[in-house]
């Protein structure tokens, strides 16, 4: 019986992330449809990239599976999007498509700098033998 309740709990699982991961592709898609992000909040949008940079770094560093860091790179990305969006769409002062894929760019470049500095802060920790729990 524990055999299929770990199963179990691993479908469960992998279906959870992968939910997770395509969160935002309905809103990007809408976006994109009705030519505006609404009412959508930027700086609530721009925890998804920093969200990305600190899950993914610490991830790496517990050796998390593979599916977690994919999927917390698949969330930083559509966030990114959603970003880039509301800079392009937004009703007064829009940004032309050039600068909102530059800006989508430098977000991704920076949240995987950010994944890396976190990598990297966790692992000085390590070798200098001070504890950052």
């Given at each position: 019986m524990t055999e299929a309740v770990e199963i179990i709990k691993q479908v469960l699982g992998?279906?959870?992330?992968?939910?997770?991961m395509i969160m935002l592709a309905p809103q990007v898609m809408l976006n994109f449809k009705s030519r505006s992000t609404g009412s959508l909040s930027f700086l609530t949008m721009t925890t998804f990239p920093i969200w990305t940079a600190i899950i993914a770094g610490y991830g790496l560093y517990q050796?998390?599976?593979?599916?977690?860091?994919?999927?917390?790179?698949?969330?930083?990305f559509f966030g990114a999007i959603v970003l880039s969006q509301i800079l392009y769409y937004k009703p007064i002062k829009a940004w032309s498509l050039f600068a909102s894929i530059t800006f989508f760019i430098i977000v991704l470049l920076a949240t995987g700098?950010?994944?890396?500095?976190?990598?990297?802060?966790?692992?000085?920790?390590?070798?200098?033998?001070?504890?950052?729990?």
């Open positions: 992998v279906i959870a992330v992968i939910l997770w050796q998390n599976s593979v599916l977690l860091l994919v999927q917390s790179f698949v969330v930083g700098g950010g994944t890396v500095l976190i990598l990297y802060l966790c692992t000085v920790g390590q070798l200098t033998e001070i504890a950052f729990e």
